[in-house]
């Protein structure tokens, strides 16, 4: 893999082709994730060579993501900072509520005061004057995308981010956003089982010069070769939500990742090697996000950066995919 940064757009931000994606990190979403191992995998993530760190607002209740970004720069070096793409997110924030298990949900709100409120707390959090890169983390469904494209462009221009991304969106959002504010990212979700992007928003972005950054390329861990054909998930595990996990489809699905066993087998490669290598050099994918929730697993995965695929290894890959066919991948709610 070559591990020349990336131009995020026409800004003047640049990513390696992978990145730390901090919400595994923020615990919420996997048991024992303690305060001390989110602050040593961002650590570890820097001294290999990874220094795009993904985070956002709603990263934790109280943006536990944000706060062991701050500690573990903090202890690799006063310089860390200027070494690093912190690329942050607003618009989504938890509120309590007791109705659920746990007692909390999800809130988007897009309305610029929000925005400018979630991102002067997410500067405190990290510590820093400014993020590299800012996403509307989505667009507000009863908001005018356009209302929070102008307190982002307000941003950009105070100097509070250096470039404007915006996530989970679509072709039509994503052009009413840029003709408000300068586009230099979108982030979605992507991997060798959920491809959608590739019929309409991966094109829209390559044509309008925006960098696609995209997340989940092991699919939550499915793809990093380690589950079991018996394996269930506790309701504290979101993944327990997802059709990828259930029954036949988990089963099949399983069946896929055994495929591309003798593929990496033969390249003399880790399977997750694999899986990161063949996502970064796809058309139009700017940078990969994985998740990690220990130095171990952070520097596993950072292994990726020295894979290289063949010929033999893409067909192999593009073949396997085919033979998988369509996939179940929403979330059940």
Request: aromatic share 6%.
């Amino acid at each position: 893999m070559n591990p020349t940064p990336r131009p995020l757009g026409t800004s003047p931000v640049a990513v390696g082709p992978l990145g730390l994606g901090c919400w595994p990190l923020a615990g919420m979403t996997r048991v024992g994730v303690s305060r001390e191992a989110a602050e040593a995998t961002v650590r570890a993530a820097v001294e290999a060579g990874i220094t795009h760190l993904d985070t956002a607002y709603c990263y934790g209740e109280r943006g536990e993501s944000e706060r062991a970004i701050r500690a573990a720069l903090a202890a690799v070096g006063p310089s860390a900072r200027d070494g690093v793409v912190i690329a942050g997110k607003c618009g989504i924030h938890w509120q309590p509520d007791a109705t659920r298990d746990p007692p909390r949900r999800q809130v988007v709100d897009g309305r610029p005061e929000r925005i400018r409120a979630e991102v002067e707390e997410s500067l405190a959090r990290l510590g820093t004057d400014r993020l590299d890169l800012l996403y509307l983390h989505a667009p507000d469904p009863v908001l005018p995308i356009e209302e929070s494209a102008g307190a982002l462009h307000r941003l950009l221009e105070a100097g509070k981010a250096r470039a404007i991304g915006l996530s989970n969106a679509s072709c039509e959002q994503l052009a009413r956003f840029a003709a408000v504010c300068p586009l230099a990212a979108c982030q979605m979700h992507f991997n060798m089982l959920q491809r959608e992007i590739e019929r309409e928003v991966l094109p829209w972005c390559r044509d309008h010069a925006v960098a696609m950054l995209v997340y989940w390329p092991l699919m939550k861990g499915l793809l990093a070769g380690g589950m079991t054909r018996d394996l269930v998930f506790p309701t504290s595990d979101s993944r327990h939500k997802y059709p990828m996990f259930q029954g036949e489809e988990f089963a099949r699905n399983l069946d896929f990742v055994d495929a591309l066993r003798p593929i990496a087998a033969r390249l003399g490669v880790a399977l997750t090697d694999l899986v990161l290598a063949w996502t970064a050099e796809q058309p139009g994918i700017t940078s990969v996000l994985f998740g990690a929730t220990s130095p171990a697993q952070m520097a596993e995965n950072a292994r990726a950066l020295a894979c290289e695929l063949d010929d033999e290894a893409r067909a192999a890959i593009v073949a396997a995919i085919t033979a998988r066919g369509q996939v179940a991948s929403r979330r059940a709610v």
